[in-house]
């Protein structure tokens, strides 16, 4: 019976541990041995060296660089000091204009010489393409799982998640193709949002269907049974400009919840629908300022044209609540106002408000004082979530170590992961 995953990490995680106290030990010898004082340890543990930003440590020793704190920096080798090598030019660039010795024990140099400078930048350009290659390892185990029609995990509605493979989820799946079915009739997103949370359905997370959430199910070819990879690349560099236009498509092994008609059926409709909404040019000042006196969310802004007798067409702008139009009426009501009311109404209280200096300076002094207290509560939750972040920092790294180390398959890797990245986005 094989040990729980856990068993087989905490004794990696005490050995990295370990490894650390060793190499600090050791860096503290030669100090000794030479006679040197040490001014301060800088120790970024289990934090990726991927980047500089979002390490503690490093960002104190940069500091304590710019304060003329030490004459030289010690590192065990020189990607301790980081695996970008952009990253590493720069900081050598920074120790070398306030006359700071760089020191790399185990690689034995340092960049008072010359040959020294070029050893760095050598040993540098190895750290980030050692760095680069794990990384397109990785990728490219995860490509060739999807390209054999295997799940590469993550959250889904429909399906469940059983040890790397999308089980159908019999209720989720009911909902799925009621939404299949409703815009191939001819259904709106919006509409098909208000039906659902009309009869109480929610999402995988327990919340209400908005209008993208359906447009996202409508568009994923897993529900008729195929398996989506690389839609979009390098997120975390280009965001909405990694966008792939042609992504791998192919067969999954996972059990459709639709049939290939209805998704084809469903696409047509998709793709004629598919137009870029014309922006308005109508002013609106308190977009997303406005809170609804219901559920809180923001009031956007909505245009509606009438036609006059005439035959003229005429524009009424109003601001409504965003719960209730992104998704029905379930969630909240319209509470809809009239956008020249609203607006009229704000700029003659902010008149007033500005007549009156006495008053003008007691909301001051009130509004400085409240913010000060708002600070320190979202400092203390800043603090908590960089915790965590911290941590998820560290499990992730420790994970690739273990990858380096052949304890972890490709396949677990990629789990864990993923299971970071799902855990980072909520």
């Known amino acids: 019976m094989r040990q729980p995953l856990v068993q087989h990490l905490l004794p990696l995680v005490e050995e990295y541990l370990i490894l650390i106290s060793a190499q600090l030990q050791t860096l503290r010898q030669y100090t000794s041995l030479y006679g040197w004082q040490v001014a301060e340890e800088y120790v970024d543990e289990s934090i990726s060296g991927k980047v500089i930003k979002g390490r503690p440590a490093m960002q104190r020793l940069i500091a304590d660089v710019n304060k003329d704190k030490f004459q ?92 790397k493979e999308l089980i159908v989820n019999p209720k989720e799946a009911e909902i799925v193709e009621l939404i299949f079915t409703l815009y191939a009739e001819g259904k709106g997103l919006k509409a098909i949002a208000n039906h659902l949370n009309k009869a109480g359905y929610l999402t995988k997370r327990g919340r209400h269907f908005s209008i993208n959430g359906i447009a996202t199910i409508l568009d994923n070819p897993i529900y008729c049974g195929k398996i989506r990879w690389l839609q979009v690349e390098n997120w975390d560099k280009k965001r909405r400009r990694g966008k792939n236009a042609n992504p791998i498509v192919v067969a ?19 793709q004629s629908k598919s137009f870029k909404q014309r922006q308005s040019n109508e002013p609106f000042l308190l977009s997303s300022i406005l809170r609804c006196p219901s559920c809180g969310q923001a009031l956007v802004p909505s245009i509606t044209t009438y036609t006059r007798k005439d035959g003229s067409k005429r524009k009424h702008r109003y601001y409504v609540c965003s719960n209730f139009h992104n998704k029905g009426s379930s969630p909240c009501k319209a509470n809809s106002i009239k956008a020249y009311d609203a607006e009229d109404a704000v700029i003659n209280r902010i008149k007033e408000f500005l007549s009156d200096s006495v008053s003008f300076s007691q909301t001051i002094e009130s509004i400085n004082k409240d913010t000060v207290q708002i600070n320190l509560k979202l400092k203390a939750q800043l603090e908590v979530i960089e915790a965590e972040l911290k941590e998820a920092n560290a499990m992730q790294e420790k994970y690739m170590k273990a990858f380096e180390q052949n304890i972890f398959p490709v396949s677990i890797l990629q789990e864990r992961l993923q299971k970071l990245a799902s855990r980072r986005m909520t």
């Not at 999954?252 to 998709?270: C, F, M, P, T």
């Open 252 to 270: 999954g092994k996972h059990e459709a919840i639709i049939s290939d008609e209805l998704w084809n059926i469903v696409q047509a409709r998709r």
């Open 72 to 163: 030289a920096v010690l590192v065990w080798k020189i990607s301790r000091l980081s695996r970008n090598m952009l990253d590493t030019l720069v900081l050598l660039d920074k120790f070398e204009e306030y006359d700071v010795k760089f020191i790399s024990y185990t690689e034995n140099f340092d960049t008072s010489s010359p040959i020294g400078k070029l050893v760095v930048q050598l040993m540098a350009s190895i750290a980030e393409m050692e760095r680069n290659t794990l990384s397109e390892n990785v990728k490219l185990g995860m490509t060739q799982r999807a390209k054999e029609g295997s799940w590469n995990g993550g959250v889904v509605f429909g399906y469940d998640s059983i040890e």
